[in-house]
């Protein structure tokens, strides 16, 4: 389906804030369904640089357990890791029951990055563009589902997130020198996703585009649709009830603490 064209006001951070509790209620009955069911999942989030994949993955695992939806983003590959196969060190790091996974980029850098930016061979592209539904197709069929979920924003947008982070101190981290180099490859990494899409979008692990010029409308579209591709169920819980507390061996227990050294109350 072809992205929405049109100029939509930016999402109010009010009505933003309201769908996104929403969202993750939802999202917790979803982590407990896992749970009870032993399903796995995995979330692939890819995109151009500040496309908006940070902001969705704290989005999504804001009010859930670090246990069930555990992210994973790679450094670059060992000296080890470069003599492995070149899908072993993601394997490896696939979900187990009751486990949903999201990778912050995955093994998709082969088909972006490593690509544009010339650090695989042109052989070890192709192969792994030929191979890499085979291998998707093996993990769909092994029980486990995947979601693939590709971020585009504009030229324009991504402009302007990369001069916020030029200007802001507590965004600068997120501006490395491979960033700035991709920067300037703004059509070849449009025609590597074309082919990325053209090779690896299968009826059987489609890849779904989210519109990311609006980082809120982005996030609640994303989530939704991860909601949306898993048939998860409500798991009926009982209403937790607090003890009374025990007084027995009763002291005061913050006299003890006098003398200790305290944080400063600086605010």
Avoid at 211 to 240: F, G, Q, T, W
Wanted: overall charge positive; charged content about 35%.
């Amino acid at each position: 389906m072809a992205m929405a064209k049109g100029t939509k006001e930016k999402l109010k951070r009010k009505v933003y804030e309201k769908e996104l509790r929403k969202l993750h209620v939802e999202l917790c009955h979803l982590q407990d369904w896992f749970k009870a069911t032993e399903e796995r999942a995995i979330v692939v989030l890819e995109g151009r640089d500040a496309a908006g994949k940070g902001g969705l993955i704290k989005a999504i695992t804001a009010r859930v357990s670090p246990r069930v939806f555990r992210i994973v983003a790679l450094p670059a590959p060992s000296d080890r890791e470069k003599t492995q196969m070149f899908m072993q060190r993601y394997i490896e790091r696939l979900p187990a029951g009751g486990e949903i996974v999201i990778f912050d980029r995955s093994w998709y850098n082969r088909a972006g990055v490593e690509h544009v930016m010339g650090f695989c061979t042109p052989e070890q592209y192709k192969r792994f563009l030929e191979l890499c539904p085979v291998v998707e197709k093996f993990i769909v069929d092994g029980g486990t589902r995947l979601i693939k979920i590709w971020l585009e924003v504009g030229q324009e947008e991504q402009k302007r997130r990369f001069m916020a982070r030029i200007e802001d101190p507590v965004r600068q981290w997120k501006l490395s020198p491979m960033d700035l180099e991709s920067y300037k490859c703004w059509y070849d990494y449009s025609r590597a996703r074309d082919v990325m899409l053209e090779y690896t979008d299968t009826d059987e692990t489609p890849w779904y585009i989210v519109d990311s010029n609006d980082k809120r409308r982005a996030r609640l579209n994303a989530i939704a649709h991860i909601l949306a591709k898993i048939p998860y169920k409500r798991i009926e819980r009982a209403k937790a009830k607090l003890p009374e507390r025990s007084e027995k061996r009763r002291y005061d227990d913050q006299s003890s603490l006098e003398g200790r050294r305290f944080v400063a109350k600086e605010y």
